[in-house]
């Protein structure tokens, strides 16, 4: 029974910080790799970030890339997005999902949390 908690989401002013958490249970991130998704209304679904299970190796989108940071602590078994410089179009229903990490990268996981809110605005 995989289960995905995520938190840490809030209201924040443009060029803010904010660290979302991914708690997973029913598994281990030891052998799956964990994804952060974004939703703004009326916006596709995109990528933000992933992180493997294997070595560790991570992926950003161009987007996000040299503002936001993946990180994972197994032994909490909990995945963190640190989100620094933030910007109005940040502004989304985060999710994270797990899967293998061809399907975290391709976005076609199988388990997904419940999402948590960032809105950046003045």
């Known amino acids: 029974q995989v289960q995905l908690v995520e938190s840490g989401g809030g209201l924040v002013q443009p060029g803010g910080s904010l660290r979302l958490s991914c708690a997973a249970s029913g598994f281990t991130l030891d052998y799956y790799a964990i994804g952060w998704f974004r939703q703004a209304p009326g916006k596709e679904r995109e990528g933000v970030s992933c992180?493997?299970?294997?070595?560790?190796?991570?992926y950003y989108a161009d987007s996000v890339k040299g503002r936001f940071t993946i990180s994972r602590d197994n032994a909490k078994n909990t995945v963190y997005l640190q989100m620094n410089s933030l910007k109005p179009e940040d502004t989304a229903v985060y999710y994270c999902?797990?899967?293998?990490?061809?399907?975290?990268?391709?976005?076609?996981?199988?388990?997904w949390g419940q999402g948590t809110q960032v809105t950046v605005s003045a």
């Open positions: 999902a797990t899967d293998t990490l061809p399907a975290v990268v391709a976005g076609t996981t199988r388990y």
């Open positions: 992180i493997s299970s294997s070595d560790g190796s991570t």
